[in-house]
């Protein structure tokens, strides 16, 4: 019995994995039935995976039986692997014995489609079900929505889960269309729409009626594989702009695509994942969406792909130098934000300690600015007079010379592959 | 220049401020009874706890200090530091001196001390809540013993409280030796002789119960099979998780030796 809990629990999560998905943030699910579990606002990482991933959910399959071939996917129809499936009872013992123990956060729970959308969608319905009503869990559940459910079953998922995520795979139709035949973007948008929707009419009802129940309280992601298809970077975030303006969705994850297959319309099994490509994807994402920058001003026609050697925030200062040197002491926040090598964090203690009188250099250090990176863009009381205006390349070099980027080595930009 | 003396509770640190305040000696320097060597040249004031004085201190905090720094404070104060004491003495006398506005001023010293301790105690407390592992022994208590950096077992008590509400546990700080147990209505703290092994307790009972292997087990093979292999990034996984909790992580434990806890 446990062995072959066992089994299928290593086929399962394996076949989870490729799913990036990890927050446990964003819940507001409190115990109050003397239950088990409490949803924590920022999350909690239990964990992290040899390649340096965070484990927060138990995160699974409730089985690997799929009908569409699609090709990026592992457990597409065509690929010739052990297949399993997890009863009802087998994913809601494994949650609660994990939790109970302190290893997760929740449950992240996909599944390949069996039969038809309905039917998958309601097996997935009935595990959160039992676990919030039969054993009082009120930890976090992300669960995925499967695109073509009926709206019904959708909506009573909403009912229990914390958040509901459905992928995007493909950054554009063409790339869809390209690896996966039988979907489109619309199947993802529609029920993206459908819960977007029903998170704003049960948010207005509970302005009049106080108890009415919660859904999906912290909201929606999606996922775009990175790397399979030739788009640019440009693209890619012109999507997730997009996304998070039309669905206002919580997060859009980016996974660099591990080879899996011998297909020849992917990248060759031992090709390596685009890594680089994919941290500066993240970190363009959370430039839009923490520091102000509108996706244009990081990518445009003129700049359609993200530099590899240098951040994104770094090459849009170098680019736009006219903007610089900024005065730190009367700059307003929004400006600061946007200085290479100075954070959310110290942008704002900056402009709490200036109420206090001029700031000087070793104050900036020891706030926390990385000043080798910020000192070609700020004036500060005691920045020294520099005569010379240094041209962007030059302020580069000079940065590059001094910083320990874990990404010199690969100082070669990669070249075209497409 | 006045060394000053106290006993390293929180108490005698706001008794520190009080006295400042009523003999005004100028520069002083704080110490705690642990760790003082008497100096030659400085005249040394042992500071004498009194309930009073120091509930006038704390009274004074709280209607200076937003919700936030008083939260720093008292996390500063559980690092348990020398130079976290010295911060908050400073940061105390500064305060009351200058008023409620200098709360963020980051510009002095011993305001961004106080929060870059308060920011690695936070870190810990986080920690703890991340890598706790619960055993769940055979007499049916969920059991962990730590031995975190900070003492943070009264910054974690109220999260472990809401989500293990409907099991007893006990979470056990081995260095500082003491711990709290939860019996499904209040949090306790305890104290528990592991030399005696007392039988009639039968708390930190080495035997675990029937399921506990096999969940620990399955846990482990879920930590080897969400791994990519194609995506190894050593640096960053202990980057995450540093080599000194590894001791508390199930995930992290070889089969033939079990957990010590």
Redesign the interface.
């Known amino acids: 019995m446990s062995e072959r809990l066992r089994e299928k629990l290593n086929i399962l999560a394996d076949a989870a994995k490729y799913d990036v998905s990890c927050s446990s943030s964003g819940g507001n699910r409190k115990n109050d039935n003397k239950g088990l579990g409490d949803s924590h606002a920022s999350g909690i990482c239990h964990t992290y995976t040899e390649d340096g991933r965070c484990v927060s959910l138990l995160k699974i399959l409730l089985t690997n039986h799929c009908i569409f071939d699609c090709a990026y996917c592992v457990s597409r129809k065509s690929n010739d692997i052990t297949r399993a499936a997890f009863t009802v009872e087998e994913v809601v013992e494994l949650t609660m014995n994990f939790y109970r123990r302190n290893y997760i956060e929740g449950l992240f729970l996909s599944s390949g489609i069996f039969k038809n959308a309905d039917f998958t969608m309601e097996r997935l319905l009935r595990v959160v079900k039992k676990l919030r009503l039969e054993e009082r869990f009120n930890g976090y559940i992300h669960l995925k929505t499967i695109p073509g459910a009926s709206e019904e079953l959708i909506r009573e998922a909403g009912m229990y889960a914390d958040r509901m995520s459905i992928n995007l795979e493909m950054p554009t139709e063409s790339g869809l269309k390209l690896l996966a035949p039988e979907k489109t973007h619309q199947q993802v948008t529609q029920p993206l729409g459908f819960i977007k929707n029903q998170i704003v009419q049960f948010k207005e009802e509970r302005k009049i009626i106080k108890s009415t129940p919660k859904f999906v309280s912290a909201g929606q992601s999606t996922q775009m594989v990175i790397g399979a298809t030739p788009e640019t970077d440009k693209e890619i975030m012109q999507t997730a702009a997009l996304f998070y303006k039309d669905f206002s969705l919580k997060r859009v994850y980016y996974s660099g695509y591990i080879p899996i297959s011998y297909d020849n319309r992917l990248p060759m099994i031992g090709s390596q994942p685009p890594l680089i490509r994919e941290n500066r994807l993240y970190q363009t994402d959370w430039l839009m969406r923490f520091y102000g920058f509108h996706v244009n001003e990081l990518l445009n026609d003129a700049n359609p792909h993200l530099d590899i050697d240098i951040d994104p925030k770094l090459s849009w200062a170098l680019r736009n130098l006219q903007h610089f040197p900024v005065d730190i002491n009367v700059a307003a926040y929004k400006v600061i934000l946007r200085i290479p090598g100075i954070g959310v964090t110290s942008a704002k203690k900056i402009v709490q300690a200036r109420k206090f009188g001029k700031l000087r250099i070793d104050q900036l250090k020891k706030i926390g600015v990385a000043y080798n990176r910020a000192k070609y863009f700020i004036k500060c009381a005691d920045s020294p007079y520099q005569l010379k205006d240094y041209q962007g390349s030059q302020i580069k070099s000079f940065i590059q010379a001094e910083s320990q980027s874990k990404y010199l080595k690969y100082d070669t930009s990669q070249l075209i592959l497409f | 220049m006045y060394n000053y003396v106290f006993d390293g509770s929180f108490e005698g640190l706001l008794c520190a401020v009080f006295n400042w305040f009523e003999r005004k000696p100028g520069q002083v320097k704080l110490q705690t009874e642990a760790t003082f060597q008497p100096d030659a040249f400085m005249p040394c004031l042992q500071i004498v706890n009194e309930r009073e004085k120091a509930d006038r201190v704390w009274r004074g905090l709280q209607s200076k200090l937003s919700k936030a720094s008083l939260r720093k404070f008292y996390c500063t104060y559980l690092s348990e530091l020398e130079e976290g004491y010295t911060a908050l003495f400073e940061f105390a006398c500064y305060l009351f001196a200058e008023g409620p506005?200098?709360e963020?001023?980051?510009?002095?010293?011993y305001v961004?001390a106080l929060s870059k301790i308060a920011k690695k105690v936070e870190r810990e407390k986080?920690r703890m809540?991340?890598?706790?592992?619960?055993?769940?022994n055979a007499d049916g208590i969920?059991y962990?013993g730590i031995d975190p950096d900070f003492n943070v077992l009264p910054l974690i008590l109220t999260?472990f409280k809401?989500?293990?509400?409907?099991?007893q546990w006990i979470i056990y700080d081995l260095k500082r030796d003491y711990g709290l147990f939860y019996d499904l209505s209040k949090v306790e703290e305890i104290n528990i002789d592991f030399k005696q092994q007392p039988k009639t307790t039968g708390i930190a009972n080495p035997i675990v119960s029937a399921?506990e292997n096999?969940?620990?087990?399955?846990?482990k093979?879920?930590?080897?099979?969400?791994?990519?292999?194609?995506?190894?990034?050593?640096?960053?996984?202990v980057?995450?998780?540093p080599k000194r909790y590894w001791k508390y992580?199930?995930?992290k434990q070889f089969e033939q030796d079990q957990p010590e806890f």
Do not use: M
């Open positions: 506005a200098i963020n001023n980051y510009g002095n010293p961004l986080h809540e991340a890598f706790i592992r619960f055993q769940h969920f962990c999260l809401n989500r293990y509400a409907d099991q399921k096999l969940y620990a087990l399955l846990w093979d879920y930590f080897k099979s969400t791994n990519i292999q194609a995506r190894k990034n050593t640096k960053l996984h980057q995450h998780v992580l199930t995930e």
